[in-house]
């Protein structure tokens, strides 16, 4: 499959999953959190709410905005997470490495590329393909040492620029997600803010109920929001220390690849 079709279908899913969230979200709004048995003479309208969910509720239209935010990055949170265990592969990263670099230096190439097969890790794809070039290589004569350093160079270059993009796939979604939960958790808040100040400035007394509900909705919106943001920059910075983790194990292992090959004598 084309890399253009690969990203035509990631954004297809990305939208999609945004759409689909939106309308649980919509849906726990409606019949969750404004079920009538959460507020007073069971009408979730005029009923002063009497626990958490109609609280919530009366946050008002942009809760279930807020909510689909929260949705998202758990979704993306959960596929980057298997993403990424996959990418980390079997075993550990420096224990790898060592093993592949003593293959190399003794000349077993193919054992080195069956225990590349067996991490089943980005790293352990990087270093087979460069060790699968290097075969291709090593019995060539009309190449000098140079020139077969250069070559597996460029193949582990390549496998690791495939790599890459797909750990740090999907991870602009939970940054997004953390610039705007709050921006639109403010948004909220604003508005639960005017329509308390406009039951304060009512003539007379003031209308007790809207001045609570501005003030419920202003609260809610900002819980809500802040709430989401702080999900979203823990995850984003959790798989942002794995994935440099693991670019450190590719470059790590190529280096060391490299090393090994051009202290062989040809």
């Not at 959460?38 to 009366?58: A, L, M």
């Not at 019995?139 to 350093?149: A, L, N, S, Y």
Request: glycine share 8%.
């Amino acid at each position: 499959m084309s890399s253009k079709k690969t990203s035509n279908l990631q954004a297809y899913f990305t939208v999609g999953m945004m759409v689909i969230e939106l309308f649980i979200s919509i849906l726990i709004y409606l019949f969750v959190l404004g079920d009538g048995s959460h507020f007073e003479g069971g009408n979730n309208e005029k009923g002063h709410p009497i626990d958490i969910f109609g609280t919530v509720y009366k946050g008002g239209f942009i809760v279930p905005i807020l909510i689909t935010i929260v949705l998202l990055v758990i979704t993306f949170a959960i596929e980057r997470m298997i993403t990424i265990m996959k990418a980390k592969g079997s075993g550990n990263i420096t224990d790898f490495v060592r093993s592949i670099r003593e293959l190399v230096a003794a000349g077993n190439i193919d054992e080195a590329m069956t225990a590349c097969e067996r991490q089943k890790g980005s790293i352990g794809n990087v270093v087979l393909a460069g060790l699968e070039k290097y075969k291709l290589v090593a019995e060539d004569k009309t190449m000098d040492k140079e020139q077969k350093i250069a070559a597996v160079q460029k193949d582990l270059e390549e496998s690791t620029s495939l790599e890459l993009p797909m750990l740090s796939k999907n991870l602009v979604i939970l940054s997004t997600c953390a610039s705007i939960s709050t921006l639109i958790g403010l948004i909220g808040t604003v508005m639960g803010m005017i329509r308390s100040f406009a039951a304060l400035a009512n003539a007379g007394a003031p209308d007790s109920n809207a001045l609570a509900t501005g003030i419920s909705e202003a609260l809610v919106n900002t819980f809500i929001g802040i709430a989401g943001s702080c999900l979203a920059i823990v995850a984003f910075n959790v798989f942002t220390t794995q994935i440099d983790r693991i670019t450190y194990g590719i470059d790590e292992a190529n280096f060391s690849i490299l090393q090994t090959i051009a202290s062989k004598k040809h």
